[in-house]
C-alpha cells in the first residue's frame, strides 16, 4: 500500500513510496503425501498461496513449483509425483521493493527452496493413516458479473479515439476489454468443489482469489485440515472481497480479467462451506 492509502496498480512504484502490505497473508504450508504399503513414496501434493510470477516477459516457465519439485524428489525420490497447488493469492505476489527486482530463475529457485524445506518440516513429523475415506461434492453457481454504464462505455470509446495504438498499451487494453464486455450477456456460470480424504479436506474455487476468502473457508471449516486450491476446473478471473472493490488496484479494474460484481467471492465462500458441511455429516454418518 502506498502512503497516501492507495492500492498501487503494480510493483513499478519507487521504494519510497511504499508504506505497507495491503493485504493479509497465508503463511501455512499444506502437504498431503501418499507411500506405497512398502513405504515408498507415490506423490506429495504442496498447496501454498502465492502467484507463480517470478519469470515473465515472453518465456514459459514452471517458476518456483519447478524447484520444489526437484528439491522434494532428491530427498523422497525422483520417482515420486510432486503437485504443486495454488492456494487463494489473488492479490498476494512475492514482490519485496526492499530486496530488490525480485525476479528471475534466481528468484523462482529461491522461493521453491525454501517452500521445499517447510514441507520436508511437515513430512517429517507427519503421521501416516492406511484407512481413509474419500467424499467429494460439488455446487453450480450463476455469479453476479458487473454492471457496465454508459457513461464507462462512452469514456472506453474515447480513449479508443484519443489515443494511438502505439501510445499508451495499459488504457487501451482497458478500454477493448470494458466494450467487449459491455457487448455480452453470458452469465458467469461455474463450480465449486470440496473433497475430503479421511480428516482433511480440499476446496477447489474457480480464478484468482483473493487471500482473505480462503482464510475464511479456513476459518469456519468444520474440518481439522483444509487445503483452498484456486484456479480449480475454471477460470472466472480475479476473485476479489467486497472490500477490494472499493480499495482499488488493477485486480478489480473491469477487464475480462476482472468480470465479477462485489459479493461473487463471497458467494463462493458460503457454497464451499455449506459442502464443508455437508461432507462431515457424511463423515459423522459413516462412523456410526
Given at each position: 500500500m502506498l502512503r497516501e492509502?492507495?492500492?498501487?496498480?503494480?510493483?513499478?512504484?519507487?521504494?519510497?513510496?511504499?508504506?505497507?502490505?495491503?493485504?493479509?497473508?497465508?503463511?501455512?504450508?499444506?502437504?498431503?503425501?501418499?507411500?506405497?504399503?512398502?513405504?515408498?513414496?507415490?506423490a506429495t501434493l504442496v498447496n501454498f498461496a502465492l502467484h507463480c510470477d517470478t519469470v515473465g516477459g515472453e518465456l514459459f516457465s514452471a517458476g518456483y513449483p519447478y524447484y520444489l519439485s526437484q528439491v522434494l524428489k532428491q530427498a523422497k525420490g525422483e520417482d515420486m509425483i510432486v503437485l504443486f497447488a495454488n492456494g487463494p493469492c489473488g492479490d498476494i505476489n512475492h514482490i519485496d521493493r526492499r530486496r530488490g527486482p525480485c525476479k528471475g530463475f534466481g528468484e523462482a529457485e529461491r522461493i521453491g527452496t525454501i517452500l521445499a524445506g517447510e514441507a520436508l518440516k511437515v513430512l517429517a513429523d507427519m503421521e501416516m493413516n492406511s484407512s481413509i475415506s474419500l467424499r467429494a461434492a460439488g455446487r453450480r453457481l450463476v455469479l453476479p458479473r458487473k454492471t457496465i454504464s454508459e457513461e464507462e462505455i462512452e469514456a472506453a470509446k474515447d480513449v479508443l479515439k484519443r489515443v494511438p495504438p502505439d501510445q499508451d498499451r495499459r488504457e487501451r487494453?482497458?478500454?477493448?476489454?470494458?466494450?467487449?464486455?459491455?457487448?455480452?450477456?453470458?452469465?458467469?456460470?461455474?463450480?465449486?468443489?470440496?473433497?475430503?480424504?479421511?480428516?482433511?479436506?480440499?476446496?477447489?474455487l474457480p480464478g484468482e482469489v483473493f487471500v482473505e476468502l480462503g482464510l475464511e473457508i479456513k476459518r469456519r471449516s468444520p474440518f481439522g485440515r483444509t487445503f483452498v486450491v484456486e484456479l480449480a476446473d475454471d477460470y472466472v478471473g480475479y476473485v476479489p472481497t467486497r472490500e477490494a472493490f472499493c480499495e482499488g488496484g488493477y485486480e478489480v479494474m473491469t477487464a475480462r480479467t476482472s468480470k465479477l460484481a462485489p459479493g461473487a467471492g463471497e458467494m463462493m465462500v458460503e457454497a464451499a462451506l455449506e459442502l464443508l458441511e455437508q461432507l462431515a455429516r457424511g463423515r459423522k454418518e459413516l462412523s456410526l
Open positions: 492509502g492507495i492500492v498501487p496498480q503494480g510493483p513499478e512504484i519507487g521504494l519510497e513510496e511504499w508504506e505497507e502490505k495491503a493485504s493479509a497473508i497465508d503463511p501455512e504450508v499444506g502437504v498431503l503425501y501418499f507411500e506405497g504399503t512398502d513405504g515408498s513414496p507415490i487494453f482497458y478500454a477493448e476489454d470494458l466494450l467487449h464486455l459491455a457487448g455480452t450477456e453470458e452469465e458467469i456460470r461455474t463450480e465449486v468443489q470440496a473433497v475430503v480424504l479421511g480428516d482433511a479436506a480440499l476446496v477447489a
